[in-house]
């Protein structure tokens, strides 16, 4: 009697198991790759995946690599890819409580960020290889 009572039990474990991964499928994808900028990595960076519906996602450039988690990671779809290049002016800019920033201005151009029409289908589960080449 405790046996059946020990399998029954398992069995409404598996099966809410399998529901939970079925409702994740379509959520949120893992998605990574490089981003090189005149022939060169991007040493440093941001990169957005807006997908056509569904949550977007940012990561971060770091010598020419991203990635991005199935956490946080884009939804499926045909999701435009912005980059942008905050770079170093070498002035500071003050905060308004006092505190030193360094300045930063876009170095890419406008057709790679705010004006992108680069896109990248998003498939669920794992995009590797996801290389973007600038010029």
């Not at 022939?39 to 990169?47: F, H, M, R, T, Y």
């Not at 946080?72 to 890819?81: E, H, T």
């Amino acid at each position: 009697m405790s046996f059946l009572k020990v399998t029954w039990s398992s069995v409404v474990i598996l099966a809410i198991g399998s529901l939970a991964g079925c409702t994740q499928e379509g959520g949120r994808a893992e998605i990574s790759g490089h981003v090189q900028w005149q022939g060169q990595p991007l040493e440093d960076g941001n990169i957005v995946f807006i997908p056509p519906s569904g949550p977007a996602a940012q990561g971060v450039i770091q010598g020419g690599e991203y990635f991005i988690s199935s956490q946080i990671g884009p939804a499926p779809g045909n999701c435009l890819v912005q980059i942008s290049f905050p770079k170093p002016t070498g002035k500071m800019h003050i905060l308004s409580d006092g505190t030193k920033v360094p300045e930063r201005q876009e170095a890419l151009p406008l057709k790679y960020n705010r004006e992108s029409t680069m896109r990248y289908q998003v498939v669920s589960g794992e995009n590797s290889g996801v290389d973007f080449v600038l010029e």
